[in-house]
């Protein structure tokens, strides 16, 4: 059985969405990062880095459980585990990696400051808006050319796509319109037509929040964000 310890965020739910492809039984630990959750002890032994998701396998490699931070890191191992969604042949196995690898290192660090600049500072900072934005847009040109010429990133649906669908799909906070990127759109409404991906966008859908208060803002961009632990 896995543990998954998650929120609804795009990370989060990569690995929602893994699971549900995999059809792999999992046990739900929501990790309230407004409240604070992510900086327990508890949470902490599994995930020092702080950050959801993290997984508890009590299956794990030769019968052994394992605990895994870092949704990538995740994906890669929940392949391995189902024997799916990371491609056989290896030309489309590193085609595969190399995608997600740019959506981690960064897809979602880049269109996660411009959500930040764009919708949670408490001030309007035109050059980190402009730099972000732009970012954002030079990083949808990226995926639009590999696009043209293949109907997933790696040929096959993979983790990659995976690890890229559910930070675009809040494209328009990123002020990126789809309509300038038409494979991006088109690859997009596909992936999000699977019955798998959309069950994973419905795990703890009902517990994210509409708006943001300071204490939340404090936990998620203040002095408890950044403290040493």
Not at 100 to 118: D, E, I, K, S, T
Not at 212 to 228: H, I, N, P, W, Y
Request: charged share 25%; hydrophobic share 40%.
């Amino acid at each position: 059985m896995i543990d998954l310890y998650s929120w609804p965020t795009p990370n989060g739910h990569k690995v929602h969405i893994m699971l549900e492809e995999c059809s792999i039984p999992y046990r739900l630990h929501p990790i309230d990062i407004a409240a604070g959750d992510q900086f327990t002890p508890e949470f902490l032994a599994i995930s020092p880095n702080n950050k959801i998701p993290a997984i508890v396998d009590s299956d794990g490699p030769d019968g052994r459980p394992i605990s895994l931070f870092e949704s990538g890191a995740i994906l890669i191992y929940l392949a391995a585990k189902a024997g799916r969604l990371l491609p056989n042949r290896m030309h489309d196995r590193y085609a595969a990696l190399q995608w997600l690898m740019l959506q981690v290192g960064h897809v979602g660090p880049m269109l996660g400051q411009a959500h930040h600049f764009r919708q949670y500072a408490r001030e309007r900072i035109e050059y980190a808006v402009d730099r972000y934005t732009r970012e954002a847009a030079r990083l949808y040109a990226v995926m639009d050319r590999r696009l043209a010429s293949v109907d997933y990133f790696a040929g096959e649906y993979s983790i990659a796509d995976i690890a890229i669908y559910p930070w675009t799909r809040s494209h328009e906070n990123q002020g990126v319109d789809l309509a300038d990127f038409p494979n991006v759109d088109r690859w997009q409404q596909a992936v999000g037509e699977r019955p798998a991906v959309r069950r994973g966008l419905e795990v703890l859908r009902d517990r994210r929040r509409v708006s943001m208060d300071e204490r939340a803002r404090e936990v998620l961009f203040g002095a408890t964000q950044t403290a040493r632990r």
